[in-house]
């Protein structure tokens, strides 16, 4: 029988997992955790309390609170209707904090940026209408490993429109991460809880102390974001953005002292430049705008010789190219649906973006050569 | 490497060592981990997940209806029941047979739905109910003895009794008292629970060498972050947050499962201190 353990703190018989449990119990005491068992609303209290809805399924919750597919009647237009946490609506300031930003949300009118159309209050709930999204996040993309790089140029360009958009327009997004950006079947990239952080008034650095964590990870966050919260501009989106694009080419974060992508995957080593550029620790030293990026890809993406063994066009064609060939993708938005579908079609992972399999055969055919000339050679002279 | 290094390299405290592995540091690496970590692709944020407990006292209620959850509810906690049949009494093979028959009876019988379960607590209920069906079982056995028969319970629960005994040798040696053993075993089963489903969660979302690494800290921890931020390729911040978050977590995990034994939300707190009082005691 193995010798009881004992802890060097309390003295209390280790468990088999190692760990003590009155310790574990004592941090699992300490601090006031947030209420376990949050209720979700009985789709009797979500009918009365909107009325002018009709509340589908629950899509998804999160430490923001809550999302579900819903039907506003008067337009009978589908939407996606987020109740935001009681938690977060129950702080001091927050009302007015939130019809403040909520205006500011509902102006943004863009492509690329998931429409805010109504909001309000109901009973302790702040809640938003939305467009309602049929897609995938990048997250999902990301795990499912559908994307190639010629496809992360198309996404990225779409976010950075986005960016600028609304950048243009004072408003900062301060979440962007593979979670918040969407795409539609069409291919159309949509960005979601654009400037939600600051409805909810978190600050970065507050992850560490409040209760719902409002943040995302960490790992998207720019340096400034931890060191002067007060202090973030626009230019955090853009550093974002360069972790998003450099885990869209790489299917890895960079962590540490991370290596440029071009020295992961065979992609152009120009892409390098843009993806380390946003990254820079300090704003300064990043890209000012994200027009600026969204340029410099759409460069390489023009110049750059055809993926190898995909059937994704070379470069992402304008809008209005009246030239296109018939038959290919005319906008980025339907080169990446193209490019999606066709990666289904074919599964998950049948293309490879090295030509290491091309190379393994060419060694594999000269090896039986070798061995079947070996063989000949003994069978005729040693007969 | 070992579990008993790691305890070891933990109790030591000896530099910053590695909680995935166990492995000191070297000149300030930690090659494996910092490959492990490397490696997962899925550092998503836990999403904040509302809890779907489910409370025994509807479980009893709606006993017909709500049987694989009362089934749950009982696979989760045989361990301390076992502690007490055994400290009362029976030997290891009757232990197992009286907590296949309690189970049984309890998932059987109407007799439990009678039982207002309100104002009490699970904990309380099944060791209570377990003293009266341990005393119906030595009558019953008696009976048998008299040449009365005695059918052994089916094992439809599919509970593994392996190792039990070590276990319960382990972890509740430092008494004979039955009540106290039960109450002991029923603190420790809920725990580790806990941290086995934090664990599997941290897994299934692709972040299994992050709660390898820390999950020493969710027992008081104190071991070197900087140790853990190399061992996990993150920056010194982000240990710090991730540290809270598992906690924060782990939090969540031992509530909403002490939720789902008690009659109100606000009984949690009070549970939680009897739990620390049966540890401590």
Redesign the interface.
């Known amino acids: ?2 010798p ?2 004992y ?3 309390c003295g ?20 006031p ?8 609303p009985t789709s009797e209290e979500l009918a009365a309390l909107f009325p002018a809805f009709e509340v589908g399924e629950l899509l998804g ?3 923001m609170g809550l999302v579900y597919r819903a039907r506003q009647r008067a337009l009978e237009r589908p939407v996606a209707l987020k109740l935001l946490a009681r938690e977060i609506a129950a702080e001091p300031g927050f009302a007015e904090r939130f019809a403040r930003e909520a205006r500011v949300l509902a102006s943004l009118a863009h492509p690329h940026i998931v429409q805010v159309f109504e909001f309000g209050q109901a009973g302790e709930w702040c809640w938003f209408a939305m467009e309602l999204v049929e897609g995938a996040s990048l ?1 999902r993309l ?2 499912e490993r559908t994307l190639d790089a010629r496809q992360a140029l198309a996404i990225v360009t779409q976010i950075c429109e986005a960016l600028q958009y609304a950048h243009d327009r004072g408003v900062v997004h301060r979440d962007i991460k593979p ?1 918040n950006v969407l795409v539609d079947r069409a291919g159309q990239v949509k960005i979601l809880d654009f400037g939600l952080s600051k409805v909810s008034g978190a600050q970065p650095g507050d ?2 102390t409040r ?3 409002v943040m ?4 998207y966050m720019a340096p400034e974001q ?1 060191e002067r919260p007060g202090e973030v501009d626009h230019r955090a989106d853009l550093y974002a953005l360069g972790v998003v694009f450099y885990e869209l080419l790489t ?3 960079p ?2 002292r991370f290596e440029p992508p071009s020295k992961k995957v065979a992609i152009d080593v120009r892409l390098d430049e843009v993806v380390l550029r946003s990254l820079a620790k300090e704003p300064e030293r990043r890209y000012q705008q994200a027009s600026e990026i969204k340029t410099e890809v759409e460069r390489v993406g023009a110049t750059s010789p055809p993926a190898p063994a995909r059937v994704v066009p070379a470069a992402p064609v304008p809008d209005r190219a009246p030239s296109a060939p018939v038959g290919a993708p005319r906008t980025r938005a339907q080169a990446l649906a193209a490019g999606l579908q066709a990666r289904r079609t074919h599964g998950p992972s049948t293309a490879t973006r090295e030509p290491f399999p091309l190379v393994l055969k060419l060694v594999l055919v000269l090896g039986c050569v070798a061995t079947l000339a070996t063989a000949l050679f003994f069978l005729v002279f040693f007969r | 490497m070992s ?2 290094k ?2 070891e390299a ?2 030591t405290r000896k530099g910053p060592v590695c909680h995935g592995r166990g492995e000191r540091a070297r000149d300030g690496k930690m090659g494996a981990c910092r490959v492990a ?2 490696g997962e ?11 779907h ?1 489910t409370r025994w006292s509807v479980v009893l209620a709606a006993q017909a209806g709500r049987r694989p959850e009362l089934e749950e509810l009982c696979r989760a906690y045989w361990w301390p029941l076992y502690a007490y049949a055994r400290r009362a009494g029976a030997s290891a093979e009757e232990a197992e047979d009286v907590v296949q028959g309690f189970f049984a009876r309890l998932l059987e019988k109407d007799d439990l739905a009678a039982v207002a379960p309100e104002k009490g607590r699970f904990r309380a209920f099944l060791r209570v109910a377990l003293k009266h069906h341990l005393a119906n079982e030595r009558d019953r056995a008696r009976a048998a003895k008299r040449g009365g028969g005695r059918v052994r319970a089916a094992s439809e629960l599919g509970l593994d009794f392996a190792g039990a005994d ?2 319960l ?6 008494t004979s008292d039955p009540e106290r053993t039960f109450e002991v075993a029923w ?2 089963e809920l ?2 629970a ?3 489903e934090l664990g599997e969660e941290y897994r299934a979302s692709g972040r299994g060498a992050v709660f390898e690494v820390l ?2 800290e ?3 921890g104190g071991g070197d972050q900087a140790a853990y931020a190399e061992c996990l ?3 010194p ?2 240990v ?2 991730a540290i ?2 598992l ?2 977590r ?3 995990r ?3 499962r ?2 789902a034994t008690v009659a109100r ?1 606000e009984d ?2 009070d549970e ?2 009897a ?2 009082a049966a ?2 005691g």
Not at chain 1, 13 to 31: E, F, I, K, Q, S
Not at chain 1, 33 to 40: H, V
Not at chain 2, 41 to 51: G, I, S, T
């Open positions: 029988m193995t009881a353990r802890c060097t703190e209390s018989a280790l468990g088999a997992d190692d760990l003590c449990p009155r310790c574990l119990l004592v941090v699992a005491a300490a601090t955790a947030p209420r376990a068992a949050r209720t979700l919750q999160g430490g997250r990301l795990a979670e992850t560490l209760t719902h964590q995302g990870t960490p790992h931890w299917g890895e974060l962590l540490g | 579990r008993e790691i305890a933990r109790r970590a490397a692709r899925d550092p998503v944020p836990m999403p904040e997940r509302v809890f407990t070590e276990r040798a382990l972890e509740a040696g430092g603190a420790r725990l580790r806990a941290v086995e999950r020493g969710l027992a008081g390729g993150l920056s911040g982000a710090k947050v809270h978050r906690r924060a782990f939090q969540e031992v509530r909403a002490i939720a939300d949690i707190e939680l201190a739990l620390l540890l401590s």
